[in-house]
């Protein structure tokens, strides 16, 4: 499972945050053009957030929560996966976004946040981090091993282990990470075993990379979502420690 259509962030919009707003279109090392979300901070910390969404792609959710993370002073960037087999140009909720996910690669993933991230930077970031969830959680960590200088790499319940595509996760690629990690995972998530995520500690530590895992005993899969109002306070520890990350690691002050 992953966000229903009418899901939105758990996270409370800051009333008087000075932020604005931008539709994009980024371009890729590659030549690909993709859709991409930007919310900007008028006062901004220094940190900026390339979004890796779910695997439906940009939609409404990812804009919202660029914007809860502007109003906390870390200009955001929410980028779409299927540039490449569907357009830059915004879509309707009838999408079939299953036969492009399939397209998806991650050296095509990993070119679209190089190309978010320096985007980031030329707005005055001075510590990126990437923030995913399910697919983007997956692509969020090895974005840490990708080349991209990040100062920090998050994860919603993303799949650490070994792709049903057969490619490596990010427990077998641990050795590249070059940022730290964080971790956010659902004690009851049908599609990700626990086990799965204590593998992934482990290789963690095993290489030396700093990290934080957190299990949410009893939450789903997808459980940060307004409407999953009996995991309220899993989401608010998660977002408080997503928060204490980009601090910790981006000099970034709330």
């Not at 929410?78 to 140009?89: K, N």
């Not at 707005?123 to 990040?150: D, K």
């Not at 005993?217 to 977002?239: I, L």
Request: aromatic content about 10%; overall charge negative; some cysteine.
């Amino acid at each position: 499972m992953c966000f229903d259509l009418d899901a939105l962030p758990p996270v409370a919009a800051i009333s008087g945050a000075a932020v604005s707003h931008d539709d994009l279109v980024l371009e890729a090392s590659d030549g690909n053009r993709f859709a991409a979300f930007a919310a900007i901070a008028d006062e901004p910390s220094g940190a900026g957030i390339v979004i890796l969404p779910d695997i439906r792609g940009l939609y409404r959710f990812y804009e919202e929560l660029a914007l809860r993370f502007a109003e906390l002073g870390h200009t955001a960037i929410a980028i779409d996966y299927f540039g490449r087999t569907a357009g830059a140009e915004k879509r309707g909720d009838d999408f079939e976004y299953r036969t492009h996910v399939e397209q998806t690669t991650p050296e095509g993933v990993q070119a679209d946040v190089a190309a978010a991230a320096a985007r980031l930077r030329e707005q005055g970031a001075t510590a990126v981090f990437s923030v995913g969830f399910c697919f983007g959680g997956r692509h969020s960590w090895l974005a840490a091993a990708s080349g991209h200088g990040l100062a920090g790499a998050i994860g919603f319940y993303g799949r650490p282990a070994v792709g049903r595509d057969g490619s490596l996760g990010p427990t077998q690629r641990a050795g590249e990470l070059e940022a730290p990690i964080l971790a956010l995972m659902g004690g009851a998530d049908e599609g990700i075993p626990v086990s799965d995520v204590k593998e992934f500690e482990r290789a963690l530590e095993g290489a030396g990379v700093e990290h934080e895992i957190a299990i949410y005993e009893g939450a789903p899969h997808s459980f940060f979502d307004r409407k999953f109002e009996e995991f309220a306070d899993d989401s608010d520890d998660a977002w408080r420690r997503v928060i204490s990350f980009i601090e910790q690691y981006g000099g970034a002050k709330r």
